[in-house]
């Protein structure tokens, strides 16, 4: 395995980080073929309506905000983005670097910002994703389609087996942080204020936008993009690109998808070594995360980064070649 720098305990790193091979064959075994997803009105009424919000916003993004709107509502995706990416993903689900008290504070604030559920879970759904990958026990099983492993399920009940399997999951590396549990208490007040008010407020009292233009492009557009980037490493990522570390999974080389989530596209390598802080092999301009990791770490921010050595690397491509061709 490759250097793993860090002093997370065995125990915690089996939990946090491996594939569960042999429940996953368990698991597609038993597969329930006749189970329907039951869908949750509330949340597609709500899915719709913040789609024509968004619209609405797109419009405006090109026709009527001003050009320091336009600056702000990119600065506000991208830390939406961030706050996933480096903080719910790499940080607190895979736990592959550690964290000083401002960072975190700054990315579970960021992470409000980008309402995706609190962030403990935020990494108790990507747990069960890597380690009951393409089964049942996955929130986003991508053998249940391409749109319902992007946004279909947060519109359907959760499957009874991911319930099951994600209540066996030791969280308690995620509910005695402080900083998570801070968030998951005052949540409601947070987003309210974080994903829906201030980005809005800002160019409000910054530059003068109009409350109108600022809450639907800052705010409404901006959310659900941010929204669309992540869902995309879900379906898109598990559908299309190349498979160099691991031919047998769904998750694939996507340079397209890494562009856009910053850094979270390189979807083959990350399955195939999920503790590894930069989650791909592909240059910076397709990894912002990682720089935005690295610089933490030049401040003292961030330290402790896991990283899978470049032998490891090589050995795995090799055994994937030769399997290819034997
Ligand atoms: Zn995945
Ligand atoms: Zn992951």
């Known amino acids: 395995m490759g250097a793993r ?6 125990v915690l790193y089996e939990e946090v980080a491996a594939v569960d091979t042999t429940e996953i ?52 995706q991208v830390l939406s983005e961030l706050s996933i990416t480096a903080g719910a993903h790499r940080l607190w689900a895979h736990r592959s670097y550690k964290a000083r008290t401002p960072l975190k504070i700054f990315l579970m604030l960021t992470n ?31 053998e249940r389609g391409f749109f319902f492993a992007h946004m279909g399920w947060l519109m359907t009940k959760k499957h009874p087996k991911l319930k099951e399997m994600g209540g066996k999951l030791d969280l308690t590396d995620l509910t005695s942080d402080p900083v998570l549990a801070f968030q998951r208490r005052h949540y409601l007040p947070l987003i309210g204020f974080f994903c829906f008010l201030f980005p809005a407020l800002v160019a409000v009292y910054g530059w003068n936008e109009s409350f109108f233009v600022a809450w639907y492009t800052a705010c409404i557009f901006r959310y659900c993009s941010s929204l669309h980037v992540t869902w995309l490493i879900n379906s898109a990522a598990h559908t299309f690109g190349y498979r160099p570390y691991d031919q047998n999974i769904s998750p694939a080389e996507n340079p397209w998808t890494s562009f856009t989530a910053i850094g979270e596209g390189g979807h083959n390598f990350h399955h195939t070594f999920p503790y590894d802080y930069r989650t791909s092999e592909m240059p910076l301009f397709l990894n912002f995360t990682r720089g935005f990791i690295d610089v933490c770490a030049k401040l003292g921010l961030a330290y402790d980064m896991k990283v899978v050595s470049k032998e490891s690397i090589e050995r795995q491509k090799s055994k994937h070649a030769e399997r290819k061709h034997g």
Not at 113 to 127: G, K, T
């Open 112 to 142: 409000c910002m980008a309402l995706q559920n609190d962030i403990i879970e935020w990494a108790r759904d990507h747990r069960c994703h890597h380690k009951w990958t393409d089964t049942d026990a996955d929130p986003h099983n991508i």
């Open 25 to 76: 064959i368990k698991l597609k075994a038993t597969a329930q073929d006749e189970w329907k997803p039951q869908i949750v009105w509330r949340n597609v009424i709500l899915f719709t309506a913040l789609h024509i919000g968004a619209f609405i916003g797109l419009y405006q993004l090109i026709f009527q905000a001003s050009f320091m709107t336009i600056i702000w509502t990119i600065v506000c």
């Open 5 to 10: 720098t860090n002093s997370i305990s065995e």
